[in-house]
């Protein structure tokens, strides 16, 4: 059963530029763009407290929306961009391209770690590493995961989990075509003279 998409509602934008933004701010949007497809871009408005709560949610960047558009037919879009106030940390712009299901882009996956309890390694006091809680993937508009699981059963302390060691939803495949290091399970601070920071900078070094 395929995911339903979640929607989007949005105002066309009637004027450009900084002044036309600042009126849409002062009236209670967000301004933005949508682009791509091999159509000219259209300047929208969002209303401002609906995307702010959407965007609290979570997962904004690697979701695909149905915008919909009064007199427009509605367009499948993925967030490449928002803009935020540098002091109030809230949006004052957000960018969309246009895509559709079968269209293939790359965008970051959150790595999800599951069965703590059934690590060895960490049981016996060893932290797990998360060099890369997100990994960036090549996938399908219309099949975007939600996260990458990553299972830490019968791991010890001193392993290392690579990209080649999760399995990767369907379709979907890694940008960095090396076998890269997600994580690892380090040992305890103070143990053997090292420590979770030394792990993890050698584990980096390892990559390059």
Same mark, same amino acid.
């Given at each position: 059963?395929?995911?339903?998409?979640?929607?989007?509602?949005?105002?066309?934008?009637?004027?450009? +530029? %900084? +002044?036309?933004?600042?009126?849409?701010?002062?009236?209670? @949007?967000?301004?933005?763009?949508?682009?791509?497809? +091999?159509?000219?871009?259209?300047?929208?408005?969002? !209303?401002?407290? =609906?995307?702010?709560?959407?965007?609290?949610?979570?997962?904004?960047?690697?979701?695909?929306?149905?915008?919909?558009?009064?007199? /427009?037919?509605?367009?499948?879009?993925?967030?490449?961009?928002? /803009? %935020? !106030?540098?002091? =109030?940390?809230?949006?004052?712009?957000?960018? @969309?391209?246009?895509?559709?299901?079968?269209?293939?882009?790359?965008?970051?996956?959150?790595?999800?770690?599951?069965?703590?309890? =059934?690590?060895?390694?960490? =049981?016996?006091?060893?932290?797990?590493?998360?060099?890369?809680?997100?990994?960036?993937?090549?996938?399908?508009?219309? !099949?975007?995961?939600? /996260?990458?699981?990553?299972?830490?059963?019968?791991?010890?302390? +001193?392993?290392?989990?690579?990209?080649?060691?999760?399995?990767?939803? %369907?379709?979907?495949?890694?940008?960095?075509?090396?076998? @890269?290091?997600?994580?690892?399970?380090? /040992?305890? %601070?103070? @143990?053997?003279?090292?420590?979770?920071?030394?792990?993890?900078?050698?584990?980096?070094?390892?990559?390059?």
């Amino acid at each position: 059963m395929a995911k339903e998409i979640e929607t989007l509602d949005a105002v066309a934008r009637t004027g450009t +530029g %900084k +002044g036309a933004a600042r009126k849409a701010r002062r009236e209670g @949007f967000v301004p933005g763009i949508v682009y791509g497809d +091999g159509s000219d871009p259209v300047a929208i408005n969002l !209303d401002y407290n =609906k995307l702010l709560t959407r965007l609290r949610r979570g997962r904004f960047m690697s979701t695909l929306f149905n915008l919909k558009m009064e007199g /427009q037919e509605d367009v499948r879009v993925i967030c490449r961009g928002v /803009q %935020k !106030d540098v002091v =109030k940390d809230l949006p004052t712009h957000i960018d @969309f391209m246009r895509t559709h299901r079968n269209s293939r882009i790359s965008l970051f996956v959150h790595v999800e770690f599951i069965n703590h309890e =059934k690590s060895p390694g960490l =049981k016996r006091g060893g932290t797990l590493v998360a060099v890369r809680p997100e990994v960036e993937l090549n996938v399908l508009a219309g !099949d975007i995961p939600d /996260q990458i699981v990553v299972d830490l059963s019968g791991t010890e302390i +001193g392993d290392t989990i690579h990209i080649s060691n999760v399995e990767l939803p %369907k379709g979907a495949k890694a940008t960095i075509d090396r076998d @890269f290091v997600i994580a690892n399970v380090a /040992q305890p %601070k103070g @143990f053997g003279g090292g420590s979770s920071d030394d792990t993890e900078e050698e584990t980096e070094a390892a990559e390059e």
